[in-house]
């Protein structure tokens, strides 16, 4: 039996899309559920860094995921500034986070 609570698609999206977003696809101030035709873009993306930090990975091994994510699979090559690894910190932190709340069953 799980401890764990299990995991909601829609906080995982809350977050990836409003801190991540690595393709850019969100106007700023809008909402995924806006954009229905690619709300899932990022999903296995957010359920695996969720999934493995819950089980075993620290942040930084949530932020290089998400960094090898960006720059390999999605081809967006090496960041160009900063702010790439700042977003993909500020998202694996905020799972982290997620994933830590306690759960009462």
């Keep these: 039996m799980s401890s764990h609570a299990p995991l909601k698609l829609s ?3 809350d977050i990836g899309w409003r801190e991540w977003d690595p393709i850019g696809l969100l106007p700023a101030g809008t909402a995924w559920e806006s954009y229905p035709e690619f709300a899932d873009e990022y999903d296995r993306y957010l359920l695996e860094a ?3 930090l819950r089980r ?5 091994d949530a932020v290089d995921y998400l960094m090898s994510i960006a720059s ?18 500020v998202t694996a932190t905020a799972i982290k ?4 709340e ?4």
């Design 11 to 13: 906080r995982l999206r």
């Design 50 to 52: 969720a999934s493995r």
């Design 56 to 60: 075993d990975w620290a942040v930084s």
């Design 72 to 89: 390999g699979h999605m081809g967006l090559g090496p960041p160009q500034d900063s702010s790439a690894s700042k977003r993909a910190e």
């Design 97 to 100: 986070a997620y994933v830590d």
């Design 102 to 105: 306690p759960f009462e069953a």
